[in-house]
Every structure is written in C-alpha cells, then in structure tokens.
C-alpha cells in the first residue's frame, strides 16, 4: 500500500493478520459498493423510463398506494436478510424521493 493511502488500522496493525483479513474485508465491501452504484443506476434509468410513461399518460410523479406496498415489501425482504427494517425503509424513502423528483422534473418538461 503506498504512503499516501495509508489509514490509521495499517499505521497500527502493520502487516499483522488481522491487517491482512482488514483488507480482505474492506477490498469486498468496495466491491459491494461498487455493485450498488452500478445497480442504482440501473433502477434509476427504469424510473426515468417510468416518468416518461407517466408524463405520457398525464399520471402524477407520486404513487403512494405502490410506494406503501414496495415499504411493506422491503421491509419482509429486510427481516428475512437479518437487515434492520427501519433502515431498509429510510432506505428506500430516500429513493423514492428522488424518483419523485425526476418524475416532476419530466411531467413539467412535457407540460403536465
């Protein structure tokens, strides 16, 4: 690792083992969250086509009977992957908030 990427735990572990598993660790959530970007653009390119469908057929930005099934949804997905519900919805909150915003976005961009 060079000088300048050097964090406290490689300052105090050294090449210990546990440095050596900290690594291991810390190179698969990079990976992780690398496939999360790449997934959220993903799901964000499906929204956009959703707007346009949307602004299309003169239907509003928000759907709030879909957002509560896909809350209730997640956080099923949420208990069953041992992830904290609260947080799998907050989550998504944010999500859908910013859909909701591109989709505005769009139906004022094509007059609706």
Excluded: W, Y
Aim: glycine share 4%; proline share 4%.
């Amino acid at each position: 690792m060079s000088e300048t990427h050097k964090t406290g735990a490689d300052t105090q572990l050294g090449d210990s083992p546990a440095m050596v598993e900290l690594r291991a660790l810390r190179a698969s959530i990079d990976n992780i969250d690398a496939a999360l970007v790449h997934m959220l653009a993903e799901r964000f390119k499906c929204t956009q086509k959703v707007g346009h469908l949307k602004a299309t057929h003169d239907l509003p930005p928000a759907d709030p009977a879909r957002e509560q099934i896909q809350i209730e949804r997640l956080r099923r997905l949420a208990v069953d992957a041992n992830l904290d519900p609260d947080f799998a919805e907050k989550f998504l909150a944010f999500i859908v908030k910013e859909v909701i915003r591109h989709h505005e976005a769009i139906a004022a961009k094509t007059g609706n």
